[in-house]
């Protein structure tokens, strides 16, 4: 097995078990390397640091998977790792009714590289690493053996396959082929995803808490859903109680899924599905005069890149400050960034300065986090993204 040794003084992230190992900190490569194999690293002086797979063309050179000198980096070790995982989101899984999940959330759950989503009876796969993707024969058998799904269907993100010098990767890997829509169970509702053509792997599951702790202020309620995507709030906010609600998405496809949700739930709650850019609908609103008592702001990732943070950070002022001046008087302000390189702190001076701005006073009530089945490795805290206010306004 080839060994990467690293450059003096850059071994510090890999001691305190930290996954990744950037190309900067690599100063030679001892023995043949071939793309997604693994890889023993050492610092300067040849000491052993940790167990990784090599990825040729990435910035992330290598990903750890162990810190322990005697255990192989080999199908037993991802078994041992999704047997863990398993046991861990048992308790979020479909014996508590919950048949929508993540159940590995790569890095987070010691499986770099990995993100697997559970939508009822099918399996939804991104291989995101040379490692993984070298590896998808035994862990698309090993999904099939440890979790007996009918189907297991790749969506790794292609952007991300890009930066790796994969191919996409899209299509069935083993059983049966998934139908045009999968109706899953969550507390929050029933939701169907189209794990074929739907966003991210077919839904956004980070947010399966919040919508519960968001729909709790929504009874009787006019409320603004943005960025509703399928309508994971709008179907919270309705069996909730809400009085109405108002749905902007710039997707049709969003917004099609949005009204088959509102369907499947027998929601009671008037739905005016709006297609539009968000941006531009809040303005119609203010200059219309139009007043909301709840308004929900969930947009997609704003910086993709640390260059991009600013650019970022006017975007989420831009849409908190309308939200802000078309809120009434004691309304709600839900707001979110799925940004991972917006820090929570930064966010909240955001909006902070939308509220400033707006001339408004809001109080936070509730700090929110991604739901419980993407768990932040302390190790690797890149792995928090998805934070929230719920903000009372006046
Ligand atoms: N709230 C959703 C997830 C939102 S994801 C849920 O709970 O499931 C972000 C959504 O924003 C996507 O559906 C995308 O189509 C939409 N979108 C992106 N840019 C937009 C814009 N400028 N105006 C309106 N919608 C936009």
Redesign the pocket.
Known sequence: MATVILHPGKERAARQRHPWIFSGAVARVQGYVGHGDAVEVCDASGEWLARGTWSSGSQIRTRLFTWQADEPLDIDLIRRRLERTIIGRAAIGHEAGNSGYRLVYAESDGLPGLIVDRYADYLVVQLLTQGMAARAEPIVALLAELVRPRGIYERSEAEVREKEDLPPGEGLLWGEEPPDTIATEQQSGSFLADIRAG?KTG??LD?AVN?LRVAAYCADRDVLDC????G??TVAAGRAGARHITS????AA?LELLRANVALNDLATPIEPVA????KQLRQYRHEGRQFDLVIL???KFAHSQSQIERATRGYKDINLIAMQILRPGGVLATFSCSGLVSADLFQKVVFGAALDAGRDAQVIERLTQAPDHPVLLTFPEGEYLKGLICRVW
């Open positions: 966003q839904a956004y947010q919508r960025f509703c995507y399928a994971g709030f902007v998405d710039s997707s969003a539009g850019d968000v941006f969930d947009p997609p």
